[in-house]
């Protein structure tokens, strides 16, 4: 164990800064150097030097593994992730991120879990635990309200203490509970200050309310100032900067950093580099690459999200079944930015492996180019061959031209004449089926009635045609739901750019996405937690067994009463019903997947307890527990309600606030 204090003062300031872009610095030979990789879903490899950048699993991007509503799923794939990164001899995973898509504008969030807080902590919770489990860290980010991609690195986020603390801290909040090795912060201002220099946020939201004991790194290239960052709680700068060293030297100097602040930061980063030495002694290579490869399969099928199917068009019966869109050649594996991983995987594409899977269909490919270089001609073209098909598929969606870190979204629909090109084919083909290939939500509105399916594909990396082949064949019974809604786009809360145009006015407040809209009425192409099944399920014999005041034991049954295994992702919302501040119409605080056989009934249990109920009480400067009606609400989606029950909380005053 090195011990700080046996350091000099330059060994430790260097400590706090990187040495390179991926490594913490070695103190003269005498550490270990942690080297860390992106990201949420697969190795990108493309600047290290000495690995083979060409040939790393492109799973799933975590909207779409979110989207299983399966902690296991999102366990297996963090695993998968941490086998190969024991293979290539990386360190530390940088992920998962779990930043709330308040708006659907946000460039990144195909790369995020969800625009509920409770949901991204659990399946953020899931992840580290699952990749630290092999002996490999993560990086819980980007804290915080990093919520949009334009000006990133200048845009203050101006939010209150009550959407911080329900809203974009809670999910950071229950994803610590797992002791992620490190949490980054964010580039962004967070209320006028840099998130790499705010006390508030770092030392005392982190480290005192929220106990976290590990290393807090900046997101890369974040730190204007070494010094100002070391005091507000910040251990290590990165990448390396020249000015990260000299900064703090000067400062040390002059007085403004303390002996104690250097070595207890160093220690941390210290005690990283030890962690990960010794955990190296148990890493097992578990997966071979093609086992991987399935996994991605397996992640995508689980996540994918049947939108419509009318008629049961889907699963596919054969005959002649016309596939369109270049998508289907050569899809989007992920959005742009650190989530991208160089896989060598080769595609086959999707109207092969739909005739392999369908030996008696006669499936044909018609070359549609997605997107503005779509001409008219194709279009008649499309048409022309689609006529009297029994199904046609067409492919639309985004590219990481559209969606990616650092740019934000220019509008929520797909490209103009993709959507012309559904709607022209619709009126001569009777069941075009959609299949969306968007990194998160879209609005379909202008479409989607014209079509009998549409199955949201999100950015699936590499298995992606193989578990949309699963899908449409029937193999695999869809059971993905949406973990953020898909909106109208003209009902959209505007971003508010007030003030000196540097600022973004949270002031959609704590009603974000499904709370905004389910509080206020308002429309939505596809609610949170929306997503059908090729089953169907029944709901019955809602129970709420009081376990105390604030601890409930929600039960009830689910049947599958089709003739076709499924898996069906039951949710459970509180609503309080009379309350002295405004709240949410219902919040989510438990969820379950359960996997049922045709005709199979199961009971499925879920445990609310005080932080179900509680909101952030600025007097208090506390949760707080206010007494009163619940109603507890379960259902298949956040409006699609199958149960109804309701307690009545009576704590006695004092133990009204958490403690
Ligand atoms: C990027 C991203 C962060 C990533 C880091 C290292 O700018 O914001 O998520 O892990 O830099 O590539």
Request: aromatic fraction near 10%.
């Amino acid at each position: 164990m090195l011990d700080v204090k046996t350091l000099t003062i330059d060994q430790k300031l260097k400590l706090l800064t990187g040495a390179n872009l991926w490594q913490n610095d070695s103190v003269d030979g005498k550490l270990y150097q942690v080297r860390m990789a992106d990201g949420p879903n697969g190795l990108r490899l493309s600047d290290f030097d000495d690995a083979n950048p060409q040939d790393e699993t492109a799973f799933p991007s975590l909207a779409v593994a979110g989207s299983s509503w399966d902690r296991e799923i999102i366990k297996e794939m963090a695993d998968a992730i941490a086998d190969e990164a024991i293979e290539e001899k990386v360190d530390l995973v940088l992920g998962p991120g779990i930043n709330i898509k308040r708006s659907p504008y946000c460039g990144r969030n195909f790369e995020y879990i969800s625009e509920d807080p409770y949901f991204s902590g659990e399946m953020g919770k899931a992840y580290i635990d699952a990749m630290q489990k092999r002996g490999i860290g993560t990086s819980l980010k980007h804290f915080a309200v990093n919520n949009s991609e334009w000006d990133r690195c200048y845009q203050s986020s101006e939010v209150s203490e009550r959407a911080m603390q329900e809203i974009y801290f809670a999910g950071f909040k229950k994803a610590i509970d797992a002791n992620p090795w490190t949490i980054m912060c964010s580039y962004n201002p967070v209320n006028g200050v840099y998130a790499a220099e705010n006390r508030k946020l770092l030392k005392l939201t982190l480290r005192d309310k929220f106990g976290y004991k590990g290393v807090v790194v900046s997101d890369w290239g974040a730190v204007l100032n070494s010094y100002k960052s070391l005091k507000a709680g910040l251990d290590m700068r990165m990448p390396y900067h020249e000015d990260g060293f000299t900064t703090l030297k000067s400062a040390y100097k002059k007085g403004l950093i303390t002996d104690s602040e250097i070595d207890e930061s160093a220690q941390r980063v210290i005690d990283l580099a030890e962690k990960a030495q010794n955990a190296k002694k148990h890493h097992k290579i578990n997966m071979t690459r093609a086992e991987r490869h399935q996994k991605a399969v397996e992640i995508a099928q689980s996540g994918m999200v049947l939108l419509k199917n009318e008629d049961d068009i889907l699963p596919l019966k054969g005959g002649k079944i016309v596939v369109s869109g270049t998508y289907t050649v050569n899809p989007p594996l992920a959005g742009n930015g650190a989530a991208m991983v160089k896989t060598a995987y080769k595609q086959t594409e999707l109207d092969k492996l739909l005739a392999q899977a369908l030996p008696d269909a006669n499936v044909e490919y018609v070359d549609v180019v997605n997107g503005i270089r779509l001409r008219a001609i194709r279009m008649r073209h499309l048409v022309e061959r689609a006529y009297g098909s029994d199904v046609t598929i067409i492919a639309v969606g985004n590219t990481n031209v559209e969606e990616g870190e650092s740019w934000d979204r220019e509008n929520l629909r797909i490209c103009p004449l993709d959507e012309k090109l559904i709607l022209e084919t619709a009126k001569k083909c009777d069941n075009v089926v959609v299949l969306l290939y968007t990194g998160s939500s879209i609005d379909c509105s202008s479409w989607i009635d014209s079509v009998k399916a549409c199955l949201w594909v999100g950015f699936s990396g590499e298995g992606v045609n193989e578990a949309i082949t699963n899908i449409l064949t029937g193999k695999v019974n869809p059971s993905g739901k949406l973990t953020e809604t898909f909106p109208i786009e003209d009902n959209v809360y505007p971003d508010s750019n007030e003030g000196n145009g540097f600022v973004t006015r949270y002031g959609d407040d704590v009603f974000v996405g499904y709370r905004m809209y389910d509080t206020f009425g308002v429309d939505v192409c596809f609610p949170f937690g929306h997503g059908l099944s090729y089953s169907e399920f029944e709901y019955s014999d809602l129970d709420i067994n009081k376990l105390s005041e604030t601890d409930y034991e929600i039960s009830f049954k689910v049947k599958n009463i089709s003739n076709i295994d499924g898996a069906e992702v039951c949710q459970v919302y509180v609503k309080d019903v009379v309350s002295m501040v405004s709240r949410p119409q219902k919040e989510l605080k438990g969820f379950d997947k359960v996997y049922l056989k045709a005709g199979e009934q199961k009971t499925v249990k879920v445990v609310l307890d005080r932080s179900s109920f509680a909101y952030w009480s600025d007097p208090l400067d506390e949760f707080y527990v206010e007494n009163g009606v619940f109603e507890i609400l379960v259902g298949a989606s956040s409006r699609d309600i199958r149960l109804n029950g309701k307690i009545k909380i009576n704590l006695p005053d004092e133990l009204q606030v958490s403690k």
